[in-house]
């Protein structure tokens, strides 16, 4: 009876090995459950991304509004009745000319006077 406990308690020892110790056991489990975690994360952030696309798709199917937005904004069209209007920011060597001397009232005077 003591060699059968005892070839049970192996068998059980050699299960619980297998289950925590091999490659294919437990660690192995909680590798897998990470990575299903990380990919079910990633399908839901490509779904949002498609359900995004798709009211995209739909919007430029069904109305023009869309594609006059696109035209606008990617394109720099304008309409047959608009105005364009292109504001430049002032460039600072422009407004200055390069000659100002260092005292401008003497040399308005003296252009005057002349």
């Known amino acids: 009876m003591r060699w059968f406990i ?3 308690a192996l068998v059980a020892l050699l299960l619980q ?16 459950d990470a990575a ?6 990633e399908n839901e952030r490509l779904q949002a991304r498609n359900r995004q696309l798709a ?11 869309a594609v006059e937005e696109r035209a606008r904004a990617e ?6 009745n608009e105005t ?3 504001v430049v920011p002032p460039d600072v060597r422009a407004v200055t000319p ?17």
């Open 6 to 8: 005892a070839a049970l």
């Open 17 to 32: 090995y297998r289950i925590w110790g091999s490659p294919d056991g437990a660690r192995e489990l909680l590798r897998l």
């Open 36 to 41: 299903v975690e990380a990919q079910r994360e």
């Open 55 to 65: 009211a995209e798709v739909r919007d430029l199917k069904q109305g023009f509004a």
């Open 75 to 80: 394109l720099g069209l304008i309409g047959p």
């Open 84 to 86: 364009y209007f292109q």
């Open 98 to 114: 390069p000659d100002v001397p260092a005292d401008p009232g003497s040399t308005a005077l003296a252009s005057a006077t002349h």
